[in-house]
């Protein structure tokens, strides 16, 4: 069993979620969070006037599943950000789950 977590910009959302069902992931959480983004700006004129506050809303996906369905999802992500070439793209990570309380 591995811990699927998926983080990408809200918008997304929608995009993320049919990726996991078509990866093979039956099962999963999405919780909205916020995200920072610190970026460094040599010239304050340059945000001075209608710039955004480095915040964005995005969302976390979460999934406790095989590792099969996790490595396919990873493989579409990568597959999406190639295509999209998105600012901010969305990022997957497989963790171990090493002991657990569900029994097959």
Request: hydrophobic share 35%; net charge neutral.
């Amino acid at each position: 069993m591995k811990l699927l977590v998926v983080t990408s910009l809200a918008e997304h959302a929608d995009k993320v979620a049919e990726m996991l069902t078509h990866s093979g992931v039956k099962v999963f959480s999405k919780t909205d969070t916020t995200g920072f983004k610190e970026t460094h700006r040599p010239n304050l004129l340059d945000s001075w006037y209608g710039s955004s506050n480095g915040k964005y809303n995005s969302v976390f996906f979460f999934s406790f599943t095989t590792e099969e369905s996790a490595r396919n999802m990873l493989q579409a992500i990568n597959e999406c950000n190639l295509e999209k070439k998105n600012r901010f793209p969305v990022r997957g990570f497989i963790l171990p789950v090493e002991v657990s309380t569900i029994t097959e």
